[in-house]
């Protein structure tokens, strides 16, 4: 731990110092990312298994979120899609990108929180993510855990707007890995005249990123605004109340498209 301490920047010492202010629920602890070291552990060895012959067409089938899966009367009803999409990618690159952004912003943001409310963050912003899929393209298969990602950005936006910290290396992050799938699109269609083809072809689900980032932020704004002991009740009573709210949306896309 005090090697840890010792290695930390000015700015992540006084940003701990504001966040462990005024009897906070969540003690600022310098130890190990646990929680984010057991996540990319997870979904490494989910990733080695997909590399046997003949195993990552069934991993990914059977992990994967398609919104059809939410409807009974399609032939099945797998509702454990929404969360299980964070643990199949669809290749190296892909698993790699996603590992090594949680690896940076979990060893930051993770101590700040709690193990426990950092998972809680992290299956927030899957469900969130894979909640927005169904919503917007609800019958675009997607993997990944782009929308869990997004949610640690989001959430880590807010706190450190909360806190005082400068966001805007952060805020320029996020801009840049939202918009690039509309830029590369956009510069696609001069030649072939359609933007939305264009976009699908990228490859990228836009939408996981945004319910991601859009669930992170609300989580971050719940834990930056629950911080003292007594209003640890609040806090969790806030965090389900998100999970059913995101729970209640997904009766929009079974009307509306099913």
């Not at 719940?222 to 209640?248: C, F, N, P, W």
Request: net charge positive; hydrophobic share 55%.
């Amino acid at each position: 731990m005090a090697q840890q301490r010792a290695t930390e920047t000015p700015a992540q010492k006084k940003a701990e110092r504001r966040w462990a202010s005024s009897r906070p629920v969540v003690a600022v602890s310098s130890g190990r990312p646990v929680a984010t070291l057991a996540i990319i552990a997870i979904t490494g060895l989910v990733y080695i298994i997909g590399l046997v012959p003949g195993l990552e067409p069934l991993l990914s089938n059977a992990l994967l979120f398609y919104g059809p899966y939410l409807v009974p009367q399609f032939g099945a009803f797998e509702p454990w899609r929404l969360l299980t999409v964070s643990l199949v990618h669809s290749g190296f690159f892909h698993i790699g990108l996603n590992m090594l952004a949680l690896w940076f912003i979990g060893r930051n943001l993770e101590p700040l929180l709690g193990r426990w409310r950092f998972v809680a963050l992290y299956v927030l912003g899957t469900l969130g993510g894979s909640v927005a899929v169904a919503l917007i393209a609800p019958l675009t298969p997607v993997v990944g855990a782009s929308g869990a990602i997004f949610a640690l950005f989001g959430a880590l936006l807010v706190i450190g707007r909360h806190i005082g910290a400068d966001i805007r290396v952060i805020a320029v992050l996020i801009g840049i890995n939202f918009a690039w799938p509309f830029v590369v699109a956009l510069i696609s269609s001069i030649t072939t005249g359609d933007f939305v083809a264009a976009l699908n072809d990228v490859g990228v689900s836009w939408q996981a990123h945004l319910g991601g980032l859009v669930t992170g932020a609300a989580v971050g704004f719940i834990y930056a605004r629950t911080r003292l002991a007594r209003q640890k009740a609040l806090q969790i009573g806030s965090l389900v109340a998100v999970t059913l709210v995101l729970l209640g949306l997904l009766v929009v896309p079974v009307v509306v498209y099913y």
